[in-house]
């Protein structure tokens, strides 16, 4: 299975920049996804094939990457950005997320 | 608007079937897209256990493979997860979501806690 290793738990002040890191065990082009979960709710889809914006998501939401490397990035970031955040690739079945990556503010 | 609801119980004895509904409104589940069931452990790891795509054929995880299965009602808009001889491992939420393999996982529902205890 392709492996998808995410940094671990950041904390930054509000109207910083964060970006937070995804990395493959192989290759999965740019079939790679980023999903934001807060606490007791469904995970929400930010950006799709790395670097596309869903709809509805800030514009502060970015995705950059291909092959093994991928990053989000919330520029800036806000209170209301508080939550963990998923990478998952579609590329290489069984589809596979990453461990998460908790997001605090200070 | 799209929406999807998971239902069933909360509660399944261990080497039992666990089985559970998403009901989709809002879009036809015969028009597009592989209609998925994810989990989530305790701890926070995600789990893809396998879809039914709008035509019918099925794609599941091969650590679950002998014993899941996903199925459909076109009727009703529902489709279905059963997942046989569950432990106490099997103790997550499980969520049913709409996956585009280009566009990820657009749309979730809110998810069921199921426990496995006797």
């Known amino acids: 299975d392709t492996v998808l290793t995410q940094s671990p738990a950041l904390a930054v002040s509000p109207g910083e920049r964060v970006t937070i890191s995804c990395k493959a065990s192989e290759s999965v082009s740019t079939r790679m996804h980023w999903y934001q979960q807060k606490p007791g709710q469904q995970p929400k889809l930010l950006i799709y094939k790395a670097s596309n914006l869903a709809s509805g998501v800030p514009a502060r939401f970015s995705g950059s990457g291909s092959g093994t490397d991928f990053t989000l990035t919330i520029d800036p970031v806000e209170a209301d950005d508080t939550a963990t955040y998923f990478c998952q690739q579609s590329w290489n079945g069984p589809y596979t997320f990453g461990a998460g990556t908790k997001l605090e503010l200070k | 608007e799209i929406q999807l609801q998971e239902s069933g119980p909360g509660l399944v004895k261990p080497s039992q079937s666990l089985s559970l509904t998403c009901s989709v409104t809002?879009?036809?589940?015969?028009?597009?897209?592989?209609w998925s069931w994810i989990r989530k452990f305790p701890g926070n790891k995600m789990e893809w256990m396998g879809y039914i795509s709008y035509s019918g054929s099925t794609n599941y995880n091969p650590s679950l493979k002998s014993r899941i299965s996903i199925t459909r009602d076109t009727s009703k808009n529902q489709f279905f997860l059963q997942l046989n001889s569950v432990t106490t491992e099997d103790t997550a939420t499980y969520y049913c979501?709409?996956?585009?393999?280009?566009?990820?996982?657009?749309?979730w529902g809110q998810g069921v806690m199921v426990t496995v205890s006797s």
């Open positions: 809002g879009y036809t589940i015969t028009s597009g897209y592989d």
């Open positions: 979501a709409r996956l585009g393999v280009y566009y990820g996982l657009g749309y």
